[in-house]
């Protein structure tokens, strides 16, 4: 599956696979200097089937306890996300999403 980090209309990166996504799967993105790294999928914003295009939020790695591992949002555990918007980590549901222009 190819995937790539893609500006979005509202301004906010966003991925751009093949295939379809669903919101809560997590891809791995290619970056261009040969790392990679892996996301979790917020929203698909537009998908043909062949092409989808999602929001996302990154993914939190396991070993980053500091925060515990409660979500900030609704206090239940679970596997969380940080929220782009205030760098908490909540469950991908509970975190704000960005207004959408979509
Ligand atoms: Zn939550």
Not at 2 to 27: M, P, Y
Not at 42 to 53: E, F, N, P
């Amino acid at each position: 599956m190819a995937t790539s980090f893609t500006k979005l209309k509202n301004g906010d990166w966003g991925v751009r696979t093949d295939g379809s996504a669903a919101v809560g799967q997590s891809v791995v993105v290619a970056k261009r200097d040969g790392s990679s790294s892996t996301v979790i999928v917020t929203k698909v914003l537009w998908t043909d089937g062949k092409v989808s295009l999602c929001a996302i939020s990154r993914a939190v790695p396991k070993n980053n306890s500091r925060n515990g591992s409660v979500c900030a949002e609704c206090g239940r555990g679970g596997p969380l996300v940080t929220d782009l918007e205030d760098g908490l980590r909540k469950h991908y549901r509970c975190c704000d999403l960005p207004p959408s222009g979509y």
